[in-house]
Nanobody, 125 residues
Framework: QVQLVESGGGSVQPGGSLRLSCQAS????????IGWFRQAPGKEREGVSC????????DYLDSVAGRFTISRDLAKPTVYLEMNSLKPEDTAVYSC??????????????????WGQGTQVTVSS
């Protein structure tokens, strides 16, 4: 069974850091692009970052570029989102999702994906 499980969220002060993990089971991230998405209360889900399985390229939401870094460990297999210099506007539930086999990644949430609970990130003083 294909499954992605997020972890690593928490509460931090502005300027703090967190590292989110997206652990895959039932498939290997070698062939599936993975994206991180977030949804704040009352807002639509938005793409934060993605990592392409095709060439390892990455993409970031403009507001997080330079602060967030996406990476992967093929052996585990896990995709990480390192978040630095966090701001209150980063507060949201963060979720990861995979794209179709050997497909490029996108900051548009994949319509076919069944979203899990995600992990809560709260940035507040």
């Amino acid at each position: 069974q294909v499954q992605l499980v997020e972890s690593g969220g928490g509460s931090v002060q502005p300027g703090g850091s967190l590292r989110l993990s997206c652990q895959a089971s039932g498939f290997t991230v070698d062939y599936y692009s993975i994206g991180w998405f977030r949804q704040a209360p009352g807002k639509e889900r938005e793409g934060v970052s993605c990592l392409s399985s095709l060439d390892g390229s990455t993409d970031y939401l403009d507001s997080v570029a330079g602060r967030f870094t996406i990476s992967r460990d093929l052996a585990k297999p896990t995709v990480y989102l390192e978040m630095n210099s966090l701001k209150p506007e980063d507060t949201a539930v963060y979720s990861c999702a995979n794209f179709h086999f050997r497909s490029p990644c996108s900051l548009t949430p994949p319509s076919f994906f069944s979203w899990g609970q995600g992990t809560q990130v709260t940035v507040s003083s």
